[in-house]
């Protein structure tokens, strides 16, 4: 599903690493975060 989504954002990436399953943002939150705010640093999100 992560692949459907994925081609039908433009945009958006996907990032699928081992050792998570389907929270992880739960399960690997400090990775969940790093990559989060480094897709909002690079592709010119909202700022706060």
Request: net charge negative.
């Amino acid at each position: 599903m992560g692949e459907e989504l994925h081609a039908l954002i433009p945009g958006s990436r996907l990032v699928v690493w081992d050792g998570a399953g389907r929270c992880p943002m739960l399960e690997a939150p400090e990775r969940f975060d790093e990559l989060v705010t480094s897709f909002v640093a690079e592709t010119g999100g909202p700022s706060t």
